[in-house]
């Protein structure tokens, strides 16, 4: 009964580096967003995907980041040209698909810590 | 801008005492959910509240929603060290598929033995 999975768990690249972050959802669940988080603060919202399909990404910067849900395999995040702003820690989360039922609750991975030096 | 705006930020309390967090916006939400994340791990959700002025219990954990959809409280009864954490409301708006959820900055709380 795996859980959402992210890996890795921490992941230090230099600026100018490119870093991916994976995230598995729970079995059965085809809905994935992607939130960041900076040390004591909330969560912000990033990008919201279905397989294959990018449904929402206002939260996500247009330059140097992208997200991917392909029909087989992880959700990847993907920062290119990294700088020391995109330190932080990223969390994805899966749900359920339940139309008419209102908001179904989200399940979190640990996380991804990324640190840009 | 938050669209949720959680307060107090931090709460440094002793064992046994009460406490209440307050989650508020000018925005109507279809339904709002509790979370606490613990140091290096994601959010775990707590609960969900949907209809206005609804009120639920878990333990010593107690969630109301206001009754026009815009506000919640937490109120922790006895608090012990186990309670400490980051507690995050999180307001959804359901959108043509699945919810898209905003989150409030947290309220960090630390129960001291």
């Known amino acids: 009964n795996a859980g959402v999975m992210q890996n890795p768990r921490h992941l230090v690249r230099r600026r100018g580096q490119e870093a991916r972050l994976r995230c598995s959802p729970m079995?059965?669940?085809?809905?994935v967003y992607w939130y960041r988080q900076l040390p004591e603060e909330g969560l912000k919202f990033m990008v919201y995907?279905?397989?294959?399909?990018?449904?929402?990404e206002s939260g996500m910067p247009k330059e140097r980041f992208s997200a991917e849900f392909p029909k087989e395999g992880p959700s990847i995040l993907r920062i290119q040209q990294v700088v020391r702003g995109d330190s932080a820690a990223y969390f994805c989360?899966?749900?359920?698909?339940?139309?008419?039922?209102?908001?179904?609750?989200?399940?979190f991975g640990n996380g991804t810590r990324l640190t840009v030096t | 801008t938050q669209l949720l705006e959680q307060s107090p930020q931090f709460l440094s309390i002793q064992e046994g005492e009460n406490l209440t967090v307050y989650c508020n916006s000018s925005?109507?939400?279809?339904?709002l959910q509790w979370y606490r994340q613990e140091p290096g791990e994601g959010p775990v959700l707590l609960v969900t509240?949907?209809?206005?002025?609804e009120v639920k219990k878990l333990k010593r954990l107690t969630f109301q929603f206001g009754d026009a959809r815009k506000d919640s409280s937490l109120h922790i009864t006895a608090a012990q060290p186990g309670d400490t954490g980051l507690y995050l409301c999180?307001?959804?708006?359901?959108?043509?598929?699945?919810?898209?959820?905003?989150f409030g900055g947290g309220t960090r709380l630390m129960v001291k033995p």
């Open positions: 989360a899966s749900s359920p698909f339940r139309p008419g039922q209102g908001a179904s609750p989200l399940h």
């Open positions: 079995k059965g669940h085809s809905h």
């Open positions: 995907l279905q397989k294959e399909n990018i449904i929402d």
């Open positions: 925005s109507v939400f279809s339904s």
């Open positions: 509240v949907v209809t206005g002025g």
């Open positions: 999180a307001g959804a708006r359901v959108g043509n598929a699945g919810n898209m959820l905003t």
